[in-house]
């Protein structure tokens, strides 16, 4: 780093990234170890004209152990990641990879075709589609008399 350069991040982006690191660090599973807490897995949530995607970071998940329940207005993620066993173990010296049940329940802005919805896990990854519902914005009425 330049030591005459007057601001240390290269641009928000890396601001944003850094500061999102600090809150997950500070985060109550970290603070209170021994609280039985459910874990929340990283997600990020993109829209394109025709559908919602959401992409969330579960390794170490069997995609057996995920349930997607989807509705027209929201997304519920859960499942369970467990934990390793090490018969042999004297000592833990460190432990930070969360274990246990997990749930995350995502709100949409706008109306989903639930039954469209489809997901796909790979590499440690969750990948949903979720269709926006086509909402006609005319209606033709029939006048009967």
């Given at each position: 780093m330049d030591r005459f350069k007057k601001f240390p991040f290269g641009n928000i982006n890396d601001i944003e990234k850094e500061f999102g690191r600090i809150v997950r660090d500070l985060s109550s599973h970290r603070l209170f170890p021994f609280q039985t807490t459910s874990q929340t897995p990283a997600t990020d949530i993109y829209e394109t004209s025709d559908e919602y995607i959401i992409y969330m970071e579960i390794p170490g998940v069997d995609p057996n152990e995920i349930s997607v329940m989807a509705t027209a207005a929201s997304v519920t993620i859960s499942g369970e990641r467990t934990k390793?066993?090490?018969?042999?173990?004297?000592c833990i010296h460190q432990l930070e990879v969360e274990n246990g049940?997990?749930?995350?329940?995502?709100?949409l802005p706008e109306a989903i075709d639930a039954d469209a919805t489809s997901s796909t896990?790979?590499?440690?990854?969750?990948?949903?589609?979720?269709p926006k519902k086509k909402i006609q914005t005319q209606i033709k009425v029939n006048i009967e008399g």
């Open positions: 390793p066993s090490f018969t042999d173990t004297i049940h997990f749930e995350r329940s995502i709100h896990c790979k590499n440690g990854c969750l990948l949903i589609r979720m």
